[in-house]
């Protein structure tokens, strides 16, 4: 009898658990909808639908747009390029696979000089960006036949806020390193930056380690200054996983800072969100493969001033590469490039359409694969 009552009293007490899990879980949803429907959405941006069970592709563009800055901040952050415009500082592509629960991430330097769909002439990749959200992913699409699935936009200020909402992030300086023109001052060591210190990093291009005695320049410049960001990001991840999405009152803070300082295409739902969400929570910041993608260096070209022109084959190796994360399918290392037919197909044979630099006086420039990181940069650590 007494044991009866036990289980009973059990029954009702796991009844009672079951419940308030099941309203907590509600209340959530509830919470995270609402902190959704804040996030600005962009429409006809030009993305396509990813096949279903595929891995799909995330165009990341970190704009200098001095939208909605206080004169200290614009001050802070360099004056206005282009008034009301804005270039992507920044242009990287992540491929997700839910299903292997892999990540790589592909960075297009920012000199990278190609056709801008939608108009007649070739620029600089991170002028698109004026012309649109969709002049930039068509673009990308065009030009290099990787089908963009989905667009997030985070400017200047958003990536210091979103830094400081995880409470800063960890990064390893091999040697005390600095850089006047974005601001970064760094002992060497593993550092906690807050915001803007995190921004000075991602930002830095005129690098600076101290070492035998005097300050060293990097002479990767704006190849060096991808190899950066891709340490704020590896850093921003390990932090995100240590420390917040276990925490709900840094969760909120962290969700609070983005839905005000990130854009989206309108396709991107919530449920696919939570679903990446609970799919990638235990992912390392270790396990990201970031490459960047190769260029040919040609300096003062014309108007343009020094820019870097596609390299045909070795485009077409690392984009296979790249797309072949996660595919049930490996695309063909042949894959053509610069066409501007159909932007679904990763392995299409169409014609080639990317510019190639005529051979400078005294040589062709350098080419520059990137493929090292150098013993002097940044880590997440």
Not at 155 to 168: D, R, T
Not at 278 to 300: D, E, G, K, M, Y
Request: proline share 6%; net charge positive.
């Amino acid at each position: 009898m007494r044991g009866s009552r036990i289980r009973k009293r059990i029954l009702r007490l796991g009844i009672v658990v079951i419940a308030f899990a099941v309203l907590a879980s509600g209340g959530a949803y509830a919470y995270v909808k609402y902190r959704y429907s804040q996030i600005p959405k962009l429409k006809h941006t030009g993305v396509v639908t990813a096949p279903s069970g595929e891995p799909f592709d995330v165009l990341v563009a970190g704009t200098d747009s001095r939208a909605g800055l206080t004169a200290a901040q614009q001050k802070k952050y360099g004056n206005t390029i282009v008034a009301g415009g804005s270039r992507s500082d920044a242009t990287m592509i992540v491929r997700v696979s839910p299903a292997s629960g892999k990540v790589a991430l592909l960075s297009i330097p920012y000199d990278t000089f190609v056709h801008i769909a939608g108009t007649s002439g070739s620029n600089k990749i991170s002028d698109a960006l004026n012309y649109g959200p969709s002049a930039l992913v068509k673009t990308i699409q065009e030009n290099f036949h990787i089908p963009i699935n989905a667009f997030v936009g985070v400017n200047f200020s958003g990536l210091e806020k979103l830094v400081q909402a995880l409470g800063g992030i960890n990064v390893y300086f091999p040697y005390p390193s600095k850089d006047p023109k974005s601001g970064l001052n760094q002992k060497s060591g593993c550092q906690l930056l807050n915001g803007s210190q995190a921004l000075a990093l991602a930002r830095s291009r005129y690098f600076y380690y101290y070492t035998n005695g005097k300050w060293q320049y990097d002479p990767t410049s704006g190849f060096g200054r991808i190899h950066r960001q891709h340490a704020v990001i590896r850093a921003m991840i390990a932090k995100a996983k240590s420390d917040v999405l276990g925490n709900p009152l840094a969760l909120n803070s962290f969700i609070g800072t983005a839905v005000h300082d990130v854009t989206i295409n309108n396709g991107l739902s919530l449920s696919s969100l939570i679903h990446l969400a609970v799919t990638f929570r235990s992912f390392s910041s270790q396990s990201l493969n970031a490459v960047t993608l190769p260029t040919q260096i040609v300096n003062n070209y014309g108007s343009y001033g020094d820019v870097l022109f596609p390299v045909q084959s070795l485009d077409a190796k690392a984009i296979s590469r790249f797309l072949s994360v996660g595919s049930t399918y490996a695309p063909k290392a042949s894959l053509a490039l610069g066409s501007s037919g159909s932007t679904t197909s990763t392995t299409s044979t169409t014609s080639v359409n990317i510019p190639v630099p005529p051979p400078p006086p005294g040589g062709g420039g350098s080419i520059v694969q990137n493929r090292n990181r150098p013993s002097f940069d940044p880590t997440a650590c």
